[in-house]
Nanobody, 116 residues
Framework: QVQLVESGGGLVQPGGSLRLSCAAS????????MNWCRQAPGKERERVAR????????AYVDSVKGRFTISRDNAKNTVYLQMNNLKPEDTAVYYC?????????WGQGTQVTVSS
């Protein structure tokens, strides 16, 4: 079955950096685009970054452009989110996500808290 396992979250001061990882299994990882999404308390879940199957095309929500970088290693079935210059408004639970045949799969999420 499809499994997505996120890691790398934590508490960081404003301006700091974190690198999130998502280990995928149960599907042909290199054939699918992958997403990183986040959900802050009281807010709807939003997609922050997307990467195509080969890793050559990426897209970001405006609020993270220039600060976040999505990448993937198809040999390791892993997608990453490098987050730099973090701001308090980046505080959220971060999820990786894949859509396969119209069904959305999610990991359990990893908490990112940006606070001094």
């Amino acid at each position: 079955q499809v499994q997505l396992v996120e890691s790398g979250g934590g508490l960081v001061q404003p301006g700091g950096s974190l690198r999130l990882s998502c280990a995928a299994s149960g599907f042909p990882f290199s054939s699918y685009s992958m997403n990183w999404c986040r959900q802050a308390p009281g807010k709807e879940r939003e997609r922050v970054a997307r990467i195509n199957s080969g890793g050559s095309i990426t897209a970001y929500v405006d609020s993270v452009k220039g600060r976040f970088t999505i990448s993937r290693d198809n040999a390791k079935n892993t997608v990453y989110l490098q987050m730099n210059n973090l701001k308090p408004e980046d505080t959220a639970v971060y999820y990786c996500n894949v859509e396969i045949l119209g069904f959305a799969y999610w990991g359990q999420g990893t908490q990112v808290t940006v606070s001094s």
